[in-house]
């Protein structure tokens, strides 16, 4: 009796001590206890979870342990459990692959009410994808089960196998046609598939032939070169001749362009492979600056079809001056590239250069001068207007700022901020993005830029596509640093934050694929470069991160490209993406030639957009420093080869 008793008091004890506990527990105290019990739930070991619960009940983080629970026992949990948790938690990152492997599960159990319950096609899994295809298959859907079948077949890559069910049921239909099956060749082959484009031709009949030549010929298109072996006249045929002359004008354009006349007499070239050969052979040559890439992209897409091709056959007519016929071809692109601001832009000023006297030029410069961006500032400049930068933030209700910042995802991320967790904070901010409305964004990026986050805040406000708070987009962050080191290095301070902004939006972590690093995005043998060059101290590669070491680093880096280009901000941004090699490449033939001429040019998409960018931003920033800053000084308009 008396040990009994006493374990009553003990029990009674213990329970007062949890319960003062719980309410006495600090943010410190909790974070404690929560790094307890995800590293036991790690291990299989719920008792700290369980003990903690109470006092972290009010815990943002504390859902990552619920997960962490449920996740280790889901085959066995019931459904009821499973949503409960969804609709409590159905907010948190990886909450997809808990409704993966449920769905899965469902779906071998034949248990279809709650699957179709929660099936959504943007949880963009393939695997249950083909699970609910075969539930339309298995429910009366037929015709709809047969089109997701199709769908899921028409890829150049392999499927999950849970796809075989429903490819067999479709097969046995009579669904999958010796047409299907080439298309899904074809697509495998463009893809460099090879493995699934020889399944595939094995499972040919009529085409098996075609099918493996195909194969080879995307593998080594320089067979194309003996022309009798591919001398029949079929549509298949010209779908291996398309394909291979397109991989060969990759390797060499000269030969792709030397077999197509020859092969386009003989062999009938579906319109998409018109196109497509447009596209390959002619942008291939355009982007060397060749003049018979104008033949090529206007036979093979006479139509427009192609925005790219249309595009590269504006600027080759502007590489080259013809005014006219860029100024006919701009009146014509179809309406979505003609009512961008490149194009309006491109439109006034080659009829301005064709016809030096016309007044509608002056007219079309007009409203697009009142436009924020590299073509609205050109167009200013062409007026000699002044820019416009149109600076509006958003009012945004109290409300509105509240709802976010009480938000469990926004109180999640900011606790993973706080805790110095800034991939897994950054990782909750990107994915409650998605349940908000514009205003909610916006101020989900007011409330990123309040703490200085600055990265998430110009993410966020770019996907609310609220373009004009230019404080949020354009902050101001490490001033001192970067005015400092640009004056240092002879640099224009705006031209420095703006490489900066453009580099890493700000984002000090910051690593690329191919390992640049921070924010000026430092390669590391750079960084190792420029230190031993400019005296500057470097212990080790990673140091580069350090954002003061950074942009020490990167001003002194950026100076000297910048001297390579005798001063010229176009060249070196251009050069600070791209390399020095390439752009001196860019600048063959190119004398006398107009700086939004070359930049518009520029064969490499990125750095194209790249430069443009950085110059737009040199403009914003020299406001926001008041040091205002034109778009090009005078001696960067015109440049020679270098």
């Not at 009674?12 to 105290?29: I, K, P």
């Not at 463009?190 to 195909?214: H, Q, V």
């Not at 320089?222 to 022309?227: A, F, R």
């Not at 954002?547 to 600070?576: E, M, T, W």
Request: proline share 4%; glycine share 6%; charged share 25%.
């Amino acid at each position: 009796m008396r040990r009994s008793l006493l374990s009553v008091f003990s029990c009674l004890l213990l329970c007062t001590f949890s319960l003062s506990h719980a309410q006495a527990a600090s943010l410190a105290q909790q974070r404690q206890m929560y790094d307890q019990a995800k590293s036991a739930l790690a291990k299989g070991d719920k008792a700290p979870y369980l003990r903690y619960a109470d006092a972290l009940r009010d815990y943002p983080l504390t859902p990552y342990l619920a997960y962490d629970e449920l996740t280790a026992r889901l085959k066995w949990a019931s459904n009821d459990e499973i949503e409960k948790f969804l609709a409590e938690h159905g907010d948190l990152p990886q909450a997809g692959w808990m409704k993966l492997r449920w769905l899965r599960w469902l779906a071998e159990r034949g248990d279809w009410k709650p699957f179709i319950n929660h099936y959504d096609p943007k949880l963009n899994f393939t695997e249950l994808d083909c699970l609910y295809g075969q539930y339309q298959l298995g429910h009366g859907m037929v015709a709809e089960g047969y089109a997701t079948a199709e769908k899921l077949w028409l890829v150049g890559k392999s499927q999950p196998n849970a796809c075989d069910p429903l490819f067999e049921r479709w097969a046995a239909a009579g669904q999958l046609t010796e047409e299907k099956r080439w298309k899904r060749l074809k697509l495998a082959a463009e893809a460099r598939n090879y493995g699934l484009a020889t399944f595939m031709s094995k499972s040919l009949t009529t085409l098996k032939a075609r099918g493996e030549l195909m194969i080879e010929v995307a593998q080594k298109p320089t067979l194309l070169s003996n022309t009798a072996r591919f001398s029949t006249a079929d549509k298949a045929m010209g779908d291996v001749v398309g394909l291979g002359l397109r991989r060969l004008a990759r390797q060499d354009p000269e030969q792709a362009l030397s077999l197509l006349d020859g092969y386009a007499r003989k062999l009938s070239f579906s319109t998409e492979e018109k196109v497509a050969i447009a596209r390959e052979i002619g942008l291939s040559l355009a982007k060397r600056f060749d003049l018979r890439a104008l033949q090529v992209m206007a036979q093979y897409d006479p139509e427009l079809r192609d925005n790219t091709v249309s595009e590269w056959r504006a600027r080759l007519l502007l590489r080259h001056g013809r005014w006219d016929e860029a100024y006919q071809l701009t009146s014509r692109l179809p309406a979505e590239l003609a009512n961008t601001n490149r194009w309006r832009y491109w439109q006034a000023r080659s009829l301005q250069l064709a016809q030096p006297h016309s007044k509608q030029a002056l007219a079309l410069y007009q409203p697009l001068a009142k436009e924020r961006d590299f073509y609205g500032f050109l167009a200013a400049d062409r007026i000699e207007a002044p820019y416009s930068l149109n600076n509006k933030p958003l009012t945004l209700a109290p409300k509105v700022m509240q709802k976010v910042r009480n938000t469990a995802g926004i109180r999640r991320a900011i606790e993973f901020h706080d805790r110095g967790q800034i991939v897994d904070g950054r990782r909750e901010w990107y994915h409650v993005s998605r349940l908000f409305s514009r205003d909610e964004m916006v101020a989900q990026a007011k409330l990123a830029y309040d703490m200085q986050w600055y990265f998430p805040a110009i993410r966020t406000i770019s996907q609310a596509q609220y373009w004009d708070d230019l404080d949020i987009r354009f902050p101001m962050a490490y001033r001192s640093n970067l005015t400092q080191q640009a004056k240092l290095r002879g640099l224009h301070s705006s031209w420095v934050f703006a490489i900066t902004r453009q580099e890493s939006a700000f984002m000090s972590d910051a690593r690329s694929g191919v390992g640049a690093m921070g924010l000026m995005q430092l390669m590391p043998a750079t960084a190792k470069e420029t230190a031993r060059k400019f005296g500057i101290p470097l212990s080790a590669p990673q140091q580069a991160l350090d954002p003061d070491k950074n942009i020490q680093l990167g001003a002194a880096y950026l100076s000297q490209v910048h001297g390579q280009f005798n001063g010229n901000r176009v060249l070196a941004s251009a050069a600070y993406n791209a390399g020095p090699g390439r752009v001196r490449q860019w600048l063959k033939g190119a004398n006398h030639l107009a700086f939004d001429v070359w930049v518009e040019n520029i064969p490499f998409d990125e750095t194209r957009q790249y430069v443009q960018n950085v110059l737009s931003y040199s403009v914003i920033y020299g406001q926001k420093l008041n040091a205002p800053q034109p778009l090009v000084d005078w001696h960067e308009r015109f440049f020679d080869d270098q």
